[in-house]
C-alpha cells in the first residue's frame, strides 16, 4: 500500500522556478516548483483557482525534505491555452507526462476539490500498472463515484461558463456567501471551464 508520513511544516525557503505549458503533441502541464528534497510531491489546484491558491502554504511547507510541483491543469494559469476533453482520465494522464517531464519515478500526489476526483482516477491507473505514486492527499474531493445533479443543477453550471453573473453567484453559494463581492468577482477572471465541463460530464454520467 502507499507509505506512510507526515509533511512536516517549518518556515525554510528555497528557490522557485516555473514553467508555461510546452506547445507539442503531448503537451505538459505548466507548473511552479518549490523547494529542493528528494521526496517529489504532484499538487493540483481546484475549481475555483489556480496554483496561485498555494501562495501562502508555501512558507509552512518542508522544502528541505521535500520538492512540490504545483501544476495547473489545462485551461487554468500556465496552461490556460492547452486545450483538450477536460476528463479525469485526461488529468490523470497529464499528471503522469508532468512526472515523466520532470523525471520523477516515485512521487505523492495532492488533489483539491474537482481535482481531487481527477487523482482518485490517477491513483486507480498508476496502481493497475507502474505504482508511482507512493500517496494520496485528498483535500475535500469531488465523491470519486460521481456527483448526481438535478436538471436546475445542471442548468445554473451550464450558465457558469458563460454568464459572470452566474458564476458571482455561484462562488458565493459554495462559500456559504462568507467571502464579500470583490472575491466572488474576481473569481471568474482567474478561472476557466475546463473543470466545469469536467463535472458536468460526471453529473451526466450519474444522473
Not at 45 to 73: C, I, P, R
Not at 176 to 186: E, F, R, S, Y
Request: proline share 3%; glycine share 10%.
Amino acid at each position: 500500500m502507499f507509505d506512510k508520513g507526515l509533511l512536516i511544516a517549518t518556515t525554510l525557503i528555497t528557490g522557485i522556478t516555473t514553467a508555461s505549458a510546452l506547445a507539442a503533441d503531448k503537451p505538459v502541464l505548466g507548473y511552479e516548483t518549490f523547494g529542493s528534497g528528494s521526496e517529489k510531491v504532484i499538487v493540483l489546484h481546484d475549481w475555483m483557482g489556480d496554483s496561485s491558491n498555494y501562495a501562502s502554504v508555501k512558507q509552512w511547507l518542508d522544502s528541505n525534505q521535500f520538492t512540490y510541483a504545483f501544476a495547473e491543469v489545462r485551461g487554468y494559469g500556465k496552461s490556460k491555452t492547452i486545450s483538450g476533453e477536460y476528463t479525469t482520465d485526461e488529468v490523470a494522464g497529464d499528471v503522469f507526462k508532468l512526472a515523466d517531464h520532470l523525471g520523477w519515478q516515485k512521487y505523492h500526489l495532492v488533489g483539491h476539490s474537482m481535482n481531487g476526483m481527477a487523482g482518485f482516477k490517477a491513483v486507480m491507473l498508476d496502481w493497475q500498472d507502474q505504482k508511482r505514486i507512493k500517496s494520496f492527499v485528498a483535500v475535500t474531493p469531488v465523491t470519486p463515484d460521481g456527483y448526481p445533479a438535478s436538471d436546475d443543477d445542471k442548468a445554473f453550471l451550464m450558465a457558469t461558463m458563460t454568464d459572470d453573473n452566474m458564476a458571482v453567484a455561484a462562488f458565493g453559494a459554495l462559500t456559504g456567501g462568507k467571502l464579500n463581492v470583490t472575491w466572488a468577482t474576481k473569481k471568474p477572471h482567474i478561472l476557466g471551464q475546463p473543470l466545469t465541463q469536467m463535472l458536468l460530464k460526471v453529473i451526466m454520467t450519474c444522473g
